[in-house]
């Protein structure tokens, strides 16, 4: 008897796009795995990891992944990209300038330079001990044991698809807040945001763009920062931005101003990363509006990071809005189908860096 493998919802939407397009997409091996397919067809087959391509380079994931280098690269390529400071293992605070630099913007984000998927990430750190707390969360997430504090930008986050060299989809991350009433914990908060019923349970990976938000171990090393915890009444006023869930996802593809389009397309480019999804943050309108020039360009909206894997399924799944083919170009780039981009080159120090 064959038993029907229950794949997650971004290999789901990998092989309903390949069938559409007439393209077998299948169980690499018997082994059980969701980190390979084979994607074939009379021409050809190819293998890919989840939407990594088969063009993407060790080196290029392994750059874009360190958001230090990642900045300074780019920022001397007069992209827009918010300053920072390094803290690593065998620094402290005020040596790195971080203290300083906390006082200069009054509320910081702090990440492992090297993480991914918000793991060990802190955002609005206002004073100093919650500094000192979130960057010892971030070292022990970090393979290196530093950390990258970087300005707290009020605004919205952008996610912008590159797929190829294209761009071919933009979406408005509308992130959930824990508000505090000096009554409910946030564990209770938590629980009113999963009530919404395009929610679903994480495991199952239904075809629904939000999954439920778990109390979780992230989230109580996120509270500690800030001297709170999970079970406890949220102090009146005190807001958390929950900076790796959704609460909308709205398509922004033919809002944003093509010269944003042009930075996340030459962001990717430069580092060799084919397929990516570029995070902009800033007021939504300035992404509307062509982008700004000058040391403070970034204020008026940066780039944060680039993902080698780009959670497409925002796109294609949107809350509001349409929703964009971005699997499909997914398959047609990685099976070089007519009409799609030719494949991405590794990373081209001649362009990357100064002569």
Not at 79 to 101: K, M, T
Not at 179 to 201: F, H, I, M
Not at 276 to 294: C, I, K, M, Q, T
Not at 301 to 314: R, S
């Amino acid at each position: 008897m064959t038993v029907q493998r229950r794949w997650s919802r971004t290999n789901r939407l990998i092989i309903d796009a390949a069938r559409r397009l007439g393209v077998e997409a299948r169980a690499l091996t018997a082994t059980e795995t969701e980190f390979f397919l084979n994607l074939r067809d009379a021409e050809r087959s190819v293998i890919i990891s989840k939407t990594r391509s088969p063009f993407l380079t060790q080196l290029a994931q392994t750059l874009s992944n360190n958001k230090r280098i990642c900045r300074e690269l780019l920022g001397a390529k007069g992209i827009p990209v918010p300053p920072d400071r390094l803290v690593d293992d065998g620094c402290g605070l005020a040596e790195a300038g971080a203290e300083a630099f906390l006082a200069e913007h009054g509320a910081v984000t702090v990440k492992p330079n090297w993480g991914n998927r918000a793991a060990g990430l802190s955002v609005r750190v206002e004073d100093r001990e919650a500094l000192r707390r979130a960057v010892v969360r971030a070292q022990a997430e970090d393979l290196d044991e530093e950390v990258l504090i970087q300005p707290y930008l009020p605004g919205t986050n952008l996610r912008v698809a590159v797929v190829g060299g294209r761009v071919e989809a933009v979406a408005e991350i509308r992130r959930p807040w824990l508000r505090g009433d000096g009554q409910r914990s946030p564990r209770e908060l938590l629980a009113a945001l999963n009530l919404d019923a395009r929610r679903t349970p994480w495991e199952e990976q239904e075809l629904l763009c939000l999954d439920q938000i778990p109390v979780d171990d992230g989230l109580s090393e996120h509270l500690a920062v800030h001297g709170l915890t999970v079970d406890d009444p949220l102090p009146a006023g005190f807001e958390l931005e929950l900076i790796s869930e959704e609460i909308e996802v709205i398509d922004r593809t033919e809002e944003i101003d093509p010269g944003w389009r042009t930075i996340a397309r030459d962001a990717c480019q430069l580092l060799g990363v084919d397929v990516g999804g570029v995070d902009l943050r800033g007021p939504l309108g300035a992404f509307l509006e062509p982008p700004r020039s000058g040391p403070q360009a970034w204020r008026r909206g940066a780039i944060l990071e680039i993902n080698v894997l780009p959670a497409l399924h925002l796109h294609a799944l949107p809350t509001q809005g349409r929703a964009r083919p971005v699997f499909e170009a997914f398959v047609a780039y990685c099976m070089s189908l007519p009409g799609a981009p030719a494949p991405v080159g590794p990373v081209d120090a001649a362009r990357l860096l100064p002569g």
